[in-house]
């Protein structure tokens, strides 16, 4: 029966979110940088693969509870929602409001459920996966400060509240990251530095909503550039790591190294426009183009990777008959 309900791209693992993720956030670096058409290739590869992981993820949920819920209780899942806000966010870029309000609802409605299943199996020490709790909690700000001057200033507020959930959030995953993963992790240790680089835009993407003035203003001016320049920090850290303990095997987990590779150049060039910072903005080139170097052996190692399709349920065929 599960063979049937299950399509065989229901057997990617949930890590395989992060390519989304890695995708889109490349396509709203290239969308800041003017390079329309490359943006918009990144783009609809990225919805693509989007719209294949949520098929399989839905009918491995009605086909297989068991499995579902086994993939759904690991930090990878949380990519889900990530991806979605990441998807969402690219939406608004492009002017498509509805759409980008209803991958919000969905990655809100997404979001309590894969938070509260991975948070509860929390153990005393992460590896670096763990992140994706403060990353989806991020995307939800980032997403919701976008669509706020569109949609009202409460959804301002409410990114400003899950925008300190997710500060909360990475202090605690950070309590317990085993740091020695900088120099044998298999990639995902860079959400370490994903985490605040997602931290950083969604900072700058309230400073940009025009909702706060004043103290409140200048309060999230600071903190922005704080939680940018503790996400370089961790950019040379982790880079550091990979100089001294070269890793160029593929693992589905390097996507969450492109991701960070990525959001780092685009928290870097938001933030360059928002806070008057013009040299950000040369800083978020040389890194986007540094993203999409890193993206290509990603996409290989992807494609190599991908699994068979599954053979169908059904009869077996006869065996050839003799002349």
Same mark, same amino acid.
């Given at each position: ?6 399509? &065989? ?37 990225? $919805?693509?693969? &989007? %719209? ?15 499995? &579902?819920?086994?993939? *759904? ?12 806000? %990441?998807? #969402?966010? !690219? ?8 759409? *980008?309000? @209803? ?12 938070? *509260?299943? /991975? ?6 020490? %992460? ?5 994706? +709790? ?11 400060? /976008? ?10 507020? $409410? ?15 950070? @309590? ?17 530095? #994903?985490?605040?680089? +997602?931290? *950083? ?10 909702? &706060?003035?004043?103290?409140? =203003?200048?309060?999230?001016? +600071?903190?922005?550039? %704080? ?15 990979? +100089? ?17 590779? =990525? ?8 933030? $360059? ?36 399709? !599954?053979? !169908?349920?059904? !009869? ?8």
């Amino acid at each position: 029966m599960t063979e049937r309900c299950a399509p &065989w791209w229901a057997d990617l693992p949930p890590a395989t979110g992060a390519a989304v993720m890695a995708t889109g956030t490349l396509s709203v670096g290239l969308h800041l940088t003017g390079y329309a058409v490359l943006s918009l290739v990144a783009f609809a590869l990225a $919805a693509a693969l &989007w %719209v294949v992981l949520a098929y399989g993820f839905a009918a491995l949920f009605l086909g297989d509870r068991g499995r &579902w819920r086994g993939k *759904a209780g690991t930090p990878p899942a949380l990519t889900a929602v990530a991806a979605t806000t %990441v998807l #969402g966010v !690219r939406c608004a870029l492009l002017g498509a409001v509805p759409p *980008a309000v @209803a991958l919000l609802l969905l990655a809100a409605v997404l979001w309590p459920g894969l938070l *509260a299943s /991975v948070v509860r199996r929390l153990p005393r020490r %992460v590896p670096g996966a763990m992140f994706l +709790i403060c990353v989806a909690t991020q995307g939800l700000a980032v997403l919701a400060a /976008v669509l706020a001057p569109a949609v009202g200033d409460w959804l301002a507020r $409410a990114a400003l509240a899950a925008f300190a959930l997710g500060l909360v959030l990475y202090v605690v995953v950070l @309590a317990r990251f085993e740091l020695r993963q900088v120099v044998t992790g298999a990639g995902d240790h860079w959400i370490a530095g #994903g985490a605040m680089a +997602i931290s *950083a835009l969604a900072g700058s993407r309230l400073l940009a909503s025009g909702v &706060w003035s004043g103290g409140t =203003a200048a309060a999230l001016r +600071i903190t922005d550039l %704080v939680l940018l320049a503790l996400a370089l920090a961790w950019y040379a850290v982790l880079l550091g790591g990979e +100089i001294v303990r070269p890793r160029p095997v593929y693992d589905v987990r390097r996507w969450a190294t492109v991701f960070p590779l =990525a959001m780092t150049a685009v928290a870097a060039l938001s933030t $360059a426009t928002v806070a008057a910072v013009p040299w950000l903005g040369a800083l978020g080139h040389v890194l986007l183009w540094i993203a999409v170097a890193a993206w290509f052996p990603a996409a290989y190692g992807l494609c190599r990777t991908l699994p068979r399709p !599954r053979p !169908r349920a059904g !009869r077996r065929p006869e065996p050839p008959q003799m002349p």
